[in-house]
């Protein structure tokens, strides 16, 4: 991790769902064995930072951005999604336990769960750590391991949980009730967390008292436990140890990652030798730009896999007129960087080679443009066959999303972005803080909360009409806002879940996903590996209707 040290334990156990005696080995520390390496302090030290390595295993990963923000009413498969990956956004009957992605996410979180349990239960028999440097350890790995936890029930729902390190392998396996996870895990985890951690991490990147609060009010209000969510966000918010930037634009600008809103973010570096696999969101929400004449790719524009691509209904959330946050969100204009003709026109580097407009545009003026203009119907994008339409040329050409694009690579072809993730961020807090005390009934609170981040997101001269009164709130208010503000950032599949309004969503604004939701589809297929391995299958069954 940058800032946080990459070495990753000699003996980083796998999960006790995974059955392997495999060691994943980067720095090794000798012939050192777990009883006598993590009995020191140097040692329960690295034993906690190999339990961050399955963060990069999943925030700013391809398969999972297919699980959280495809899928849902935001987004749907661009080319690249429909072409190598269509069941996951789609909900088809090929969906299945044995889909590659979901297997990923369960075995890799398993580790994890596995790697914080070790050092849970190690950290107190360690001799040189006072108490403060003991808790905060222990405090780090159990914020983990809720975090872990969290994925799992909301992905697969009832599962195998233990609090205990597994040593040997273990063939039998139970599934535990989403409830008991997170009243018996999750909960006391943050909990924990929240009243040992400081405020202000060591290294950058460490979980602080802040980031256990804040993803303990991601927690409750997912449970609906209004008032501890509006307490725990109200928390980050009155601690004065983080503000909104000033442009939400600045949130996506590489040379500013390090700003006062991330409250937690996955680490990423410039090291090819140390970043892994990287943050790849640079690679999947593009345009591909390089089907137009005066386009070639380069690296400030990045290698387009075109994996996902807005829904209607995200390219009709924002009011262009007095929001920045369409703007902020999505990369619009493409800049020439080869000579070309375009409608009979030259276009030389330097000149626009594609800009897109969110409204019609005639086609006498499209063709007599000295670039592609390309405009917006409102026809469902998975529909269009029209090049100069977003959607167009097989769902290739549409607004993309700048929060993860990487000007910084390396190479044109490089993936490993060295983007960091942020995982939870100041504005969120606003926005969980301002749901639930509408869900209290407390309207005029609810609007205060929310008019911070609308303020923000105001364009120059439009603060007043960017604001809400009580009136304007209600539940789809909150879906729509937090569209608006989190879009792309892995919550939204999240968002629906909760919201109990999946179905209707999915069926009113992802036309790909349709036909095929059913309720079923509020929790994932477990892997069949898992069904496959455990000696006592009739203890863990598969989901039902997979």
């Not at 906690?48 to 699980?67: D, I, V, W």
């Amino acid at each position: 991790m940058k800032k946080i040290s990459t070495i990753i334990s000699l003996l980083l156990i796998a999960g006790v769902l995974i059955s392997c005696n495999d060691l994943l080995v980067e720095n090794p520390v000798g012939l050192a064995t777990a009883d006598s390496y993590y009995s020191t302090p140097k040692g329960i030290e690295d034993g906690l930072k190999a339990t961050y390595t399955p963060l990069r295993n999943f925030y700013g990963r391809e398969h999972s951005f297919f699980l959280t923000v495809t899928g849902t009413d935001m987004y749907t498969n661009g080319f690249g999604g429909a072409t190598n990956n269509p069941d996951y956004n789609n909900y088809s009957p090929n969906f299945l336990g044995s889909s590659a992605y979901v297997k990923t996410i369960w075995d890799n979180f398993y580790v994890g769960i596995n790697q914080a349990n070790a050092v849970i239960g190690r950290a107190p028999k360690v001799a040189g750590l006072n108490a403060v440097q003991r808790n905060r350890i222990i405090g780090e790995a159990r914020f983990l391991r809720a975090l872990y936890y969290f994925h799992l029930v909301e992905q697969y729902g009832d599962i195998h949980f233990t609090l205990e390190e597994t040593q040997g392998v273990e063939t039998e396996a139970k599934r535990t009730s989403v409830a008991t996870v997170y009243q018996q895990g999750i909960i006391p985890d943050l909990q924990f967390a929240v009243a040992n951690l400081p405020a202000k991490a060591q290294a950058y990147g460490q979980a602080t008292k802040h980031a256990a609060e804040g993803l303990l009010a991601r927690v409750q209000l997912t449970l609906g436990n209004w008032a501890e969510a509006e307490k725990m966000a109200a928390a980050v918010i009155n601690s004065n140890n983080h503000s909104l930037v000033k442009n939400y634009s600045d949130l996506w600008d590489i040379t500013k990652e390090l700003n006062t809103e991330v409250i937690w973010s996955v680490q990423y570096t410039d090291n090819p030798l140390t970043n892994g696999p990287g943050n790849q969101g640079h690679l999947y929400f593009q345009f591909d730009y390089t089907l137009n004449p005066a386009m070639t790719r380069d690296v400030a524009n990045g290698r387009p896999f075109q994996r996902f691509m807005p829904t209607n209904y995200t390219l009709n959330l924002f009011d262009l007129s007095k929001d920045s946050r369409f703007d902020g969100t999505f990369k619009t204009v493409w800049i020439a960087n080869t000579k070309a003709t375009i409608n009979g026109k030259t276009v030389q580097p330097g000149d626009t080679a594609i800009k897109i407009v969110m409204r019609p545009v005639a086609d006498a003026v499209q063709k007599a443009a000295p670039y592609w203009l390309i405009d917006y119907n409102n026809k469902w994008v998975g529909s269009v066959t029209d090049q100069l339409e977003i959607g167009g040329s097989s769902r290739r050409q549409f607004p993309t999303l700048k929060k993860y694009l990487d000007p910084l690579r390396v190479s044109v072809n490089a993936e490993d972005g060295r983007r960091d993730f942020m995982v939870l961020r100041l504005a969120e807090m606003y926005l969980i803080a301002g749901e639930a005390a509408f869900r209290q009934g407390n309207l005029t609170k609810s609007a205060e909360y929310v008019n911070v981040v609308r303020t923000r997101a105001a364009l120059p001269g439009k603060v007043a009409e960017m604001q809400i009164k009580s009136a304007d709130l209600n539940e789809d208010f909150f879906m729509d806002e937090r569209g608006r503000e989190l879009a792309g950032e892995m919550l939204r599949w999240y968002d629906l879940k909760r919201s109990g309004k999946f179905l209707e969503r999915l069926k009113k604004f992802n036309l790909d996903a349709a036909a095929n939701v059913k309720e079923m589809h509020l929790v994932r297929p477990i892997p069949q590996t898992q069904i496959d391995r455990v000696t006592n299958p009739g203890d863990f069954p598969q989901n039902p209707g997979y």
